[in-house]
């Protein structure tokens, strides 16, 4: 059961995108590749050949890349000859949760490597950073600059709902997220968002515009999104434009 379930979604995933490229101008006679290695005689000959690079590409997308192709090809002749499987669906389902196990623990591994350099490139960052005209550093290694000031006196607090347009970067440069950009501001609860922010937004008045350096430990930690990665710091513009309690 669980072998077919297998064979039925990497089929499905193969159909799925394949059907997602453009297709070429029909033409007629022999359609060749562009390095003449195949010829494709008919269009059985050519989904023949689209669904086994979709499922390679899904395959190696899912981790599956050092597979024994004989065994891999047998497997898919003993299912399309009915022949009794080497493996029941207890012995598969085994297989697939020590695969899983040995995937999880190999990226925890890569994760934590990634996280150390991240964390030192961070804490290098910070130590150059605070010594800027303008930074403030706190106690927490939170560090802000005021790049526009409010003129209302009113601060949120951890149980507000506040307002905010933002723009995050990395370290580097790099743009992983911004209200800014999609034109729309967001409302949140305080309490629900990273404690870099949590602390930042409690000491900011309405109205006012800070960049903020976030430490990682601050942030996301170890378990950054993939856009943004293990042990990153955080720079953000924030605009605080309201508080709806």
Same mark, same amino acid.
């Given at each position: ?5 297998? =064979? ?37 000959? &050519? ?19 050092? =597979? ?5 090809? @047998? ?38 490597? @990634? ?22 550093? =706190?106690?927490?290694? =939170? ?11 009113? @601060? ?6 506040? @307002? ?13 997220? &911004? &209200? ?35 430490? &990682? ?29």
């Amino acid at each position: 059961m669980i072998r077919s379930f297998l =064979l039925i979604t990497l089929f499905a995933c193969s159909i799925a995108g394949f059907s997602q490229v453009k297709k070429p101008a029909p033409k007629t006679g022999a359609v060749k590749t562009a390095t003449a290695a195949v010829t494709f005689k008919n269009n059985t000959d &050519s989904i023949s050949y689209a669904v086994g690079l979709r499922i390679a590409q899904s395959l190696k997308s899912q981790g599956f890349e050092n =597979l024994n192709m004989q065994l891999f090809d @047998k497997a898919m002749t003993d299912f399309r000859t009915n022949k009794t499987a080497a493996l029941n669906d207890e012995a598969i389902a085994k297989c697939f949760g020590k695969f899983q196990q040995e995937v999880n623990a190999k990226k925890q591994k890569e994760d934590e490597a @990634k996280a150390l350099v991240s964390k030192k490139e961070g804490q290098a960052f910070l130590a150059q950073n605070g010594k800027r005209a303008g930074v403030v550093t =706190l106690p927490s290694g =939170l560090q802000y600059e005021v790049i526009k000031a409010g003129t209302d006196n009113t @601060k949120p607090t951890i149980n507000s709902k506040v @307002k905010c347009h933002y723009t995050g970067t990395l370290i580097n440069g790099t743009k992983f997220d &911004s &209200s800014v950009d999609r034109g729309e501001p967001i409302t949140f609860p305080l309490g629900n968002v990273i404690r870099g922010w949590q602390e930042a937004l409690q000491l900011m008045t309405v109205g006012s515009k800070w960049k903020l350096y976030i430490p &990682s430990d601050l942030a996301y930690g170890d378990n950054g999104p993939p856009n943004i990665g293990p042990g990153a710091t955080l720079i953000f513009e924030v605009e605080l434009l309201g508080i709806e309690n």
